[in-house]
């Protein structure tokens, strides 16, 4: 009788080695202002290909139980680690997840809010002006009190 070995195959792949990934969620804050923990729990070897150019606390789309699922990278072996004997099938990264990128979209995103929010307080504030200086020029105790604050307070 002969043993099923279902990972004979990866001994002749090439341009590839294993990582050990945990699974893990990460909340957005913690991306933005940089404290992401490390990955705690069960590792699970994956083949990655080299051109991801994995390392460790990268975030990894991996297929896992017919789904895809995130994981936190732990450690990346400098050769393939693969027990041909093993009763489970190695499986492959799916994706690197820009997390650098996504970060620099978002911080973007706020700045362009803040900026907007800048310019609409500017907006308000030169019609507020403008509707003083028209009023001002048909009531004259408005003119007065307007005149008065501009003294006081510009």
Known sequence: ?????PNTAELLQSNYTTVSVVFDDVAVDELL??????????????KADLS?????????????????????VVKVDDKPVINPNATYEYKWIVDKIDTAGFVKRLQEQDAIKALLAQLQMVEAQEQLKDRLERASQHN?????AWQAFQDKFR
């Open 1 to 5: 009788m002969t043993s099923k070995r």
């Open 33 to 46: 202002d940089g404290t992401v923990t490390p990955a705690q729990g069960q590792r699970y070897t994956y």
């Open 52 to 72: 991801l150019e994995l390392q460790v606390g990268d975030f990894v789309v991996v297929h896992a139980n017919h789904r895809l699922a995130i994981a936190q």
């Open 140 to 144: 004259h105790s408005l003119a007065q």
